[in-house]
């Protein structure tokens, strides 16, 4: 959701110029195997073997070609004409969805890491780790205990403090987006007190990024102490995070109550308000790429707009799961689409998982129908929404 490049990387030519660069995009995984078995020199040799074997494990295909990637490996390593030179294997429109390079950050960041033709132990570990967590059903309903258990079980010793110390630069990074991503999800605070030993030993090594210190910030407000978040910016100002909002919450303990935050137009406060779920009415989980694509192209659309202005509510994660930021940014951009942030996933218990986005048909707090998937504007897409506006009554004949 994070930043060497490795000694061993080579430096790539600009986007279409490298020898091995793909004639047809790769759009399955057996043409994946097919390309490296051909081109024993590829962009993909950039990344550090750990990364590069990462990267490679977290593509996903479907019938319409690459749907799922894992940005930060490259965003992480690689320069901006290396990333781009990666994604254009996978075709143009791909391509549009390149991160912004973290490289520099990066490697001003590690300097103390082991030179090896492999994945040190820690590192070893940590991919092991880090590919089982691709194995779990992105819609399995205890999704998030199983990602707890797998850190647990294969990750858990080694943010012990004497542990953190014989670890590498490198190998602490990659520790401190583990600790982040477990932390982020499950809020306990074993895994909170593991993402603040990395820290803590990042500050020991003069290694603290922005990144670290905005994570911070994060997780207290995934905690709701939205008192000591604020602080965070006034401790560490060289950090340059964007202002928090005002939050009013006049609800507060209130049981059997779905809520969200809801943004004021200014960007300046997050007001929690109750959500009548009763109405037959569209839900949409929302908040990547793809959610804003949707967003975007509904918003415009002569029959879906107008529907989904009056009927749908898009939803992003709490703050601290999801960058209010991000949130600001959208609601500017998409007036008519706006997103409101839950305040607790489990309010939301009737929706069954997070897909994003899924477009949720609900009525008495159940869920009546749904679909998922937005991607290019595939008319496709739109089809099978609105054969589930029709099934549901919610659109009658175009």
């Known amino acids: 959701m994070k930043r060497l490049l490795c000694a061993m990387a080579l430096v790539l030519a600009g986007p279409g110029e490298f020898a091995g660069a793909a004639e047809t995009p790769i759009e399955s995984r057996a043409a994946l195997e097919a390309y490296l078995a051909a081109h024993p020199h590829s962009p993909f040799d950039a990344l550090s073997p750990g990364a590069r074997e990462r990267f490679l494990y977290a593509l996903r295909f479907n019938e319409r070609g690459l749907v799922g990637m894992d940005p930060n490996e490259l965003a992480d390593e690689l320069d901006d004409a290396q990333i781009h030179a990666?994604?254009?294997?996978?075709?143009?429109?791909?391509?549009?969805?390149?991160?912004?390079?973290?490289?520099?950050?990066?490697?001003?960041?590690?300097?103390?890491?082991?030179?090896?033709?492999?994945?040190?132990?820690?590192e070893r570990r940590y991919t092991d780790w880090y590919k089982a967590t691709r194995d779990v059903p992105a819609d399995a309903p205890d999704r998030d205990a199983r990602l707890a258990a797998l850190f647990d079980s294969q990750l858990g010793t080694l943010y012990a403090p004497s542990e953190l110390r014989r670890v590498d630069d490198h190998e602490l990074r990659l520790l401190r987006v583990a600790a982040r991503s477990v932390a982020l999800r499950t809020h306990d605070q074993r895994h909170v007190d593991a993402f603040h030993r990395v820290f803590e030993e990042r500050m020991r090594r003069n290694l603290v990024s922005s990144d670290d210190i905005a994570t911070l910030r994060e997780l207290l407000l995934a905690q709701r102490r939205f008192g000591e978040a604020r602080g965070i910016g006034n401790k560490y100002p060289t950090a340059k995070l964007p202002p928090l909002p005002n939050f009013s919450d006049e609800i507060g303990d209130a049981s059997g109550v779905v809520t969200v935050w809801r943004l004021d137009p200014a960007g300046k406060r997050l007001t929690r308000s109750a959500v009548d779920v009763a109405p037959l009415q569209i839900f949409v989980t929302a908040s990547c790429h793809f959610s804003k694509e949707a967003a975007r192209d509904i918003g415009a659309d002569a029959v879906l707009g107008p529907l989904f202005e009056k009927r749908a509510q898009w939803l992003v994660a709490a703050p601290g799961d999801e960058p209010i930021e991000d949130v600001r940014g959208w609601n500017a951009e998409l007036p008519r689409t706006p997103v409101a942030m839950i305040y607790d996933r489990a309010e939301w218990s009737f929706l069954p998982h997070w897909n994003m986005p899924t477009f949720f048909v609900v009525r008495d707090g159940k869920v009546v129908d749904s679909v998922s998937g937005w991607a290019g504007g595939d008319p496709r897409?739109?089809?099978a929404l609105v054969a589930v506006l029709k099934r549901t009554g919610l659109l009658g004949a175009e």
């Open 86 to 122: 990666v994604l254009e294997l996978f075709g143009p429109t791909v391509l549009t969805y390149a991160p912004p390079s973290r490289a520099e950050e990066t490697q001003s960041l590690e300097r103390r890491v082991t030179k090896r033709e492999g994945l040190g132990p820690a």
């Open 381 to 383: 897409d739109r089809a």
